[in-house]
């Protein structure tokens, strides 16, 4: 029974319908009519694009990508505003200033239209190229058109209720530049990034690039923003700077042009985004209409709601399996958060400790495999390691920060005398188990991966699967459902398209300038004197560089940076790669930009940076578990079975003694100052992984637990 129940009093039970949907951002258009009707059928083609591209008709891979990134601009700007929409009934009528504003951009925009399509004619009639004067008018309309859209889009606020003249002109804007890039495409492969490039190109490609930051910073927020800010302009201050980040510097057209080929925008992370990303997002998308994802949550609510602290145990494992497939921390803590937050305070759980969880278990959810928020494609992508072999990895290390969340979260109800949930508040166990068969897709998507099928073909049939089991159920999906689920999938996969393109922005900047190079010859330096230090610092730059970023861009970013350096000092790639990954992933739940903490303190109503540093210290054991992959590889599946095992073990002991120092609590009593140090000594001495330091561990934790139960031997027993 809950602290706040009597016995004769009856029961709500808790109502998770719909906990998994994704829920509208303040600046997210809800479009109907006509209108609606359209943007709808441009999400369900955008999404079919890429689904029949990748498992039936394959399409040239930079155009493919191409195409991916303009689609998702111009789906991202008719979807979302540049601010806080004006949400009345009433209309937003364009005044006096703003039609200065509009009659230039949108006859700017429609010259810059009729150039591609005049150029697009000749070729295809008359199998002639256009005169120059063509692209060199489409280019300076094209930055005309685009620079007042984006000043417009910022100065004036629109309606919710239709798009914005200025976002019209962005949409049309990122069609046009697709269109010249797909018009001269063998050129540009040849050309982009080189002295030959001219003025026309620079004008598309940096037009290119401040739409795809713009959309970003929309859906993302400054950070990253002002991350590639950062970024571009150390490209241009190169040769003005000293020591380690100097270089000669590039002009505007070489810059620009480098950074839409594929070692830039088109390069690893769009790669990931149009082919595994989408994928998976479309997944999780059909997970939400057919109801399986609520089932998930349901399902962790009859398992744990009744335990001690049960709320927060739920979030422990609901939070982690949506997580692991929506890609987003912060996302998952607002879709979740907003059921297991206040269940948590019910049942006595602190405002702070509660949003401190949800974070916690919801960044986790990024490091779980199959899924792992989509960072286990792009490792893949990036070191050519197999994906399975990757997913077989990171089993361990999720399990013991899962573990370590799980006991934080059991201690810390045990020492505040907490209970769980009324058995009438929670879903019935047994009627759930009758629809086990909901689990199918995560099944499905397990064992054909491990069968050999390719990562597309056994998400492309996990996705199937999750429409097929919808029809053993009230919320059976017909076509009407099937094209709502295509066009979520678009919707949710718009915000990592944007990042995913932002953060090759970064990664060109690294690759034309070098960076990456000098910063590992400054480990390979530093590992000279110390690896623990040299890890220590790579760990420091990984966390800073991922702050405020998702996953996807922290990963993509830290792992140019940092993973080469990690190798030049003699770390395995699939080490040096976790141990970024890792750090990248943590840096949501890091002080003091902690977006997953930021999330959940809003809904807990606490104060945000508090939260962060209780998110902090849910998630401790993940700080620890990289520097494990180094001393103890086996950790990875890199060892034999029995040292697999021995490590797998003795890092769980370390973790439970681990939280047990943390939240002050050991056996069944409470543990004093002295005895939390020798707890935590303990545990880090089971963590390292080496016989003497196991030997040592099991020697003080024995230590502690005879004087714990000394102690509570001597206390007199309470009667009545």
Same mark, same amino acid.
């Given at each position: 029974?809950?602290? /706040?129940?009597?016995?004769?009093?009856?029961?709500?039970?808790?109502?998770?319908?719909?906990?998994?949907?994704?829920?509208?951002?303040?600046?997210?258009?809800?479009?109907?009519?006509?209108?609606?009707?359209?943007?709808?059928?441009?999400?369900?083609?955008?999404?079919? *694009?890429?689904?029949?591209?990748?498992?039936?008709?394959?399409?040239?891979?930079?155009?493919?990508?191409?195409?991916?990134?303009?689609?998702?601009?111009?789906?991202?700007?008719?979807?979302?505003?540049?601010?806080?929409? /004006?949400?009345?009934?009433?209309?937003?009528?364009?005044?006096?200033?703003?039609?200065?504003?509009?009659?230039?951009?949108?006859?700017?925009?429609?010259?810059?239209?009729?150039?591609?399509?005049?150029?697009?004619? *000749?070729?295809?009639?008359?199998?002639?190229?256009?005169?120059?004067?063509?692209?060199?008018?489409?280019?300076?309309?094209?930055?005309?058109?685009?620079?007042?859209? &984006?000043?417009?889009?910022?100065?004036?606020?629109?309606?919710?209720?239709?798009?914005?003249?200025?976002?019209?002109?962005?949409?049309?804007?990122?069609?046009?530049?697709?269109?010249?890039?797909?018009?001269?495409?063998?050129?540009?492969?040849?050309?982009?990034?080189?002295?030959?490039?001219?003025?026309?190109?620079?004008?598309?490609? $940096?037009?290119?690039?401040?739409?795809?930051?713009?959309?970003?910073?929309?859906?993302?927020?400054?950070? &990253?923003?002002?991350?590639?800010?950062?970024?571009?302009?150390?490209?241009?201050?190169?040769?003005?700077?000293?020591?380690?980040?100097?270089?000669?510097?590039?002009?505007?057209?070489?810059?620009?042009?480098?950074?839409?080929? /594929?070692?830039?925008?088109?390069?690893?992370?769009?790669?990931?985004?149009?082919?595994?990303?989408?994928?998976?997002?479309?997944?999780?998308?059909?997970?939400?209409?057919?109801?399986?994802?609520?089932?998930?949550?349901?399902?962790?609510?009859?398992?744990?709601?009744?335990?001690?602290?049960?709320? $927060?145990?739920?979030?422990?494992?609901?939070?982690?399996? *949506?997580?692991?497939?929506?890609?987003?921390?912060?996302?998952?803590?607002?879709?979740?958060?907003?059921?297991?937050?206040?269940?948590?305070?019910?049942?006595?759980?602190?405002?702070?400790?509660?949003?401190?969880?949800?974070?916690?278990?919801?960044?986790?959810?990024?490091?779980?495999?199959?899924?792992?928020?989509?960072?286990?494609?792009?490792?893949?992508?990036?070191?050519?390691?197999?994906?399975?072999?990757?997913?077989?990895?990171?089993?361990?290390?999720?399990?013991?920060?899962?573990?370590?969340?799980?006991?934080?979260?059991?201690?810390?109800?045990?020492?505040?005398?907490?209970?769980?949930?009324?058995?009438?508040?929670?879903?019935?166990?047994?009627?759930?188990?009758?629809?086990?068969?909901?689990?199918?897709?995560?099944?499905?998507?397990?064992?054909?991966?491990?069968?050999?099928?390719?990562?597309?073909?056994?998400?492309?049939?996990?996705?199937?699967?999750?429409?097929?089991?919808?029809?053993?159920?009230?919320?059976?999906?017909?076509?009407?459902?099937?094209?709502?689920?295509?066009?979520?999938?678009?919707?949710?996969?718009?915000?990592?398209?944007?990042?995913?393109?932002?953060?090759?922005?970064?990664?060109?900047?690294?690759?034309?300038?070098?960076?990456?190079?000098?910063?590992?010859?400054?480990?390979?330096?530093?590992?000279?004197?110390?690896?623990?230090?040299?890890?220590?610092?790579?760990?420091?730059?990984?966390?800073?560089?991922?702050?405020?970023?998702?996953?996807?861009?922290?990963?993509?970013?830290?792992?140019?940076?940092?993973?080469?350096? &990690?190798?030049?000092?003699?770390?395995?790639?699939?080490?040096?790669?976790?141990?970024?990954?890792?750090?990248?992933?943590?840096?949501?739940?890091?002080?003091?930009?902690?977006?997953?903490?930021?999330?959940?303190?809003?809904?807990?109503?606490?104060?945000?940076?508090?939260?962060?540093?209780?998110?902090?210290?849910?998630?401790?054991?993940?700080?620890?578990?990289?520097?494990?992959?180094?001393?103890?590889?086996?950790?990875?599946?890199?060892?034999?079975?029995?040292?697999?095992?021995?490590?797998?073990?003795?890092?769980?002991?370390?973790?439970?003694?681990?939280?047990?120092?943390?939240?002050?609590?050991?056996?069944?009593?409470?543990?004093?100052?002295?005895?939390?140090?020798?707890?935590?000594?303990?545990?880090?001495?089971?963590?390292?992984?080496?016989?003497?330091?196991?030997?040592?561990?099991?020697?003080?934790?024995?230590?502690?637990?005879?004087?714990?139960?000394?102690?509570?031997?001597?206390?007199?027993?309470?009667?009545?």
């Amino acid at each position: 029974m809950t602290q /706040d129940t009597q016995p004769n009093e009856p029961v709500a039970k808790i109502g998770t319908e719909g906990v998994a949907d994704i829920p509208i951002a303040h600046n997210e258009r809800v479009l109907s009519g006509l209108l609606g009707q359209t943007v709808f059928a441009a999400c369900v083609l955008f999404t079919a *694009m890429h689904l029949y591209a990748l498992n039936v008709a394959p399409i040239e891979t930079w155009a493919f990508r191409i195409i991916h990134v303009a689609g998702g601009l111009a789906v991202g700007f008719a979807i979302t505003a540049a601010m806080t929409l /004006d949400r009345s009934p009433g209309e937003v009528r364009i005044g006096r200033a703003e039609w200065f504003a509009l009659i230039p951009s949108v006859g700017a925009i429609g010259y810059a239209s009729f150039c591609i399509l005049y150029a697009w004619i *000749m070729r295809e009639t008359r199998g002639t190229p256009p005169a120059d004067w063509v692209m060199v008018h489409l280019s300076w309309s094209l930055v005309i058109a685009t620079a007042i859209a &984006l000043i417009s889009s910022w100065v004036w606020r629109s309606s919710s209720r239709s798009i914005h003249w200025a976002d019209v002109v962005l949409i049309a804007a990122s069609i046009i530049v697709a269109a010249f890039l797909l018009f001269v495409l063998n050129r540009w492969r040849m050309a982009a990034g080189t002295p030959f490039v001219g003025q026309t190109e620079f004008f598309i490609s $940096a037009v290119g690039v401040a739409l795809i930051m713009e959309l970003t910073r929309r859906v993302a927020g400054l950070a &990253l923003i002002i991350i590639t800010a950062v970024f571009l302009a150390y490209a241009f201050a190169g040769p003005y700077l000293p020591g380690l980040l100097e270089h000669r510097g590039y002009s505007a057209s070489r810059f620009f042009t480098y950074l839409y080929t /594929d070692n830039g925008i088109l390069g690893p992370t769009t790669a990931v985004s149009s082919t595994y990303i989408i994928l998976f997002i479309t997944f999780a998308a059909f997970l939400q209409a057919s109801k399986v994802g609520d089932y998930f949550i349901n399902f962790a609510f009859a398992a744990a709601g009744r335990a001690r602290g049960g709320p $927060a145990k739920v979030a422990v494992f609901a939070s982690g399996l *949506m997580g692991m497939i929506n890609g987003t921390s912060a996302g998952n803590v607002v879709a979740t958060g907003s059921l297991t937050i206040p269940l948590m305070k019910k049942v006595g759980y602190r405002p702070r400790s509660a949003g401190g969880i949800e974070a916690a278990a919801s960044t986790g959810g990024q490091i779980v495999p199959p899924i792992m928020g989509a960072g286990a494609f792009i490792m893949a992508e990036i070191t050519g390691i197999p994906y399975t072999e990757i997913a077989i990895a990171a089993l361990i290390p999720a399990a013991l920060y899962f573990l370590s969340i799980y006991l934080m979260v059991d201690l810390e109800a045990r020492r505040d005398g907490m209970e769980g949930m009324h058995k009438d508040e929670i879903p019935q166990f047994r009627k759930l188990v009758k629809q086990v068969y909901l689990f199918l897709p995560i099944i499905i998507l397990i064992g054909t991966l491990f069968m050999g099928y390719s990562v597309i073909r056994a998400g492309t049939l996990a996705m199937v699967s999750a429409a097929v089991v919808s029809w053993f159920t009230p919320h059976w999906m017909g076509p009407k459902a099937l094209l709502n689920a295509l066009s979520l999938g678009a919707r949710m996969a718009i915000p990592l398209i944007a990042v995913c393109a932002c953060a090759g922005i970064i990664v060109g900047v690294i690759s034309l300038t070098g960076v990456g190079a000098r910063f590992a010859s400054m480990l390979l330096g530093i590992a000279d004197a110390s690896h623990l230090l040299a890890l220590f610092f790579a760990m420091c730059i990984s966390i800073l560089l991922g702050m405020g970023m998702p996953t996807t861009a922290a990963y993509a970013v830290a792992a140019s940076v940092v993973a080469p350096g &990690l190798q030049q000092i003699g770390i395995p790639p699939l080490v040096a790669h976790f141990f970024v990954f890792y750090y990248a992933v943590l840096s949501a739940i890091t002080p003091p930009v902690a977006l997953a903490g930021y999330a959940a303190a809003a809904i807990s109503n606490t104060d945000p940076l508090k939260t962060a540093m209780t998110s902090f210290k849910f998630g401790l054991a993940a700080f620890i578990v990289p520097f494990m992959f180094f001393y103890s590889p086996a950790l990875l599946m890199d060892g034999t079975w029995v040292e697999i095992l021995r490590v797998a073990i003795t890092a769980a002991v370390g973790i439970y003694l681990l939280a047990a120092a943390v939240q002050g609590w050991f056996l069944n009593g409470i543990a004093n100052l002295v005895q939390r140090v020798l707890l935590l000594a303990a545990a880090l001495s089971m963590i390292a992984g080496g016989w003497m330091t196991d030997l040592a561990g099991i020697g003080i934790g024995g230590l502690v637990f005879a004087w714990q139960a000394a102690a509570l031997k001597s206390k007199p027993s309470v009667s009545g």
